[in-house]
């Protein structure tokens, strides 16, 4: 669980902000969608109020399994660096939380930009290495410690990665440079903060108010130690994509295994 991360089982508003900035940057209205790492497919189901054309994969059978039982339908088994779907099917790729655990991100961000027709964007959330705090936790003399862990995504990477071998946090230099190679364009890029709704089902209007200091925030230079980097990118051509990665890419920033 601590290298392929805890999937939302709850909708709150913060998933809910996050629904409505995908829509903002990528319309879904009547789009072919694919939700990139769906966990039990909250936002599968929520993306239908949108349009009935979602599909939402995940390398985690156990949680498709939970999410069928709750009635969630167009849940695919799939590893994000070999996806079972065609060259430009959909029109919307969304990522919430994912390239940090899968095994080969270079070769995960070539598959979106293989499976997204040409216009067709991607929505993506990731770990920005710059907030103040490691939200997955830490293994530290062989014991893992749940929970978030102050200022470990600020160390240097080799000692940040001995603490954190199971995720990857970002810079957006080390993000943009996922799709190195692929015929995808940038359309927006920036920071966010979280939606603090564990905090406010706890606090109530302490944790409303926090919630608004932070928010204003990302409209702010301070933007920049927001929990997670909102990436968009556009298919740019018709030209295909290898669905493997590309002679001299990159390599893995972590060599670990993972999905989320």
């Given amino acids: 669980m601590a290298q392929r991360g805890t999937p939302s089982f709850v909708w709150r ?7 409505a900035m995908v829509n903002s940057f990528a ?16 936002y599968v189901q929520a993306i239908r109020r949108y ?23 167009g849940l695919v088994a799939a590893a994000a660096e070999r996806l079972p779907f065609a060259d430009g099917a959909f029109d919307v790729v969304f ?27 991607a929505v993506i959330f990731v770990p920005n290495r710059w907030y103040p705090f490691e939200t997955h936790g830490v293994y530290w003399r062989g014991r893992y410690y749940f929970g978030n862990q102050p200022f470990v995504n600020w160390l ?9 071998p199971h995720v990857r946090a970002y810079t957006g230099r080390q993000l943009l440079a996922l799709f190195r190679g692929t015929p995808m364009r940038l359309i927006a890029h920036t ?7 564990k905090l406010i089902a706890r606090v109530g209007f ?5 919630r608004a200091l932070m928010h204003r925030l990302e409209r702010s230079p301070l933007r920049i130690f927001g929990l997670s980097h909102l990436l968009v990118m556009e298919r740019t051509q018709d030209s295909p ?11 893995n920033q972590r060599g670990m295994a993972g999905n989320g």
């Fill in 191 to 197: 920071q966010i903060y979280p939606g603090f709704d």
């Fill in 27 to 42: 319309p879904l209205a009547g789009k072919r969608v694919l939700e990139f790492g769906c966990g039990i497919g909250l």
């Fill in 95 to 121: 990522s919430n939380e994912v390239l940090e655990h899968v095994s080969d991100d270079r070769a995960a961000c070539r598959e979106i930009a293989r499976v997204l027709r040409p216009g067709g964007r």
């Fill in 241 to 251: 994509v290898s669905s493997a990665a590309a002679p001299g890419s990159l390599p």
């Fill in 206 to 210: 302490p944790g409303k108010l926090l």
């Fill in 51 to 73: 349009t009935p054309h979602v599909v939402g994969f995940d390398i985690e059978v156990d949680r498709l399994r939970i999410g069928y039982q709750q009635g969630v339908r």
């Fill in 13 to 19: 508003a913060g998933q809910e902000r996050r629904l």
């Fill in 156 to 164: 240097p990477a080799r000692w940040r990665d001995r603490l954190a």
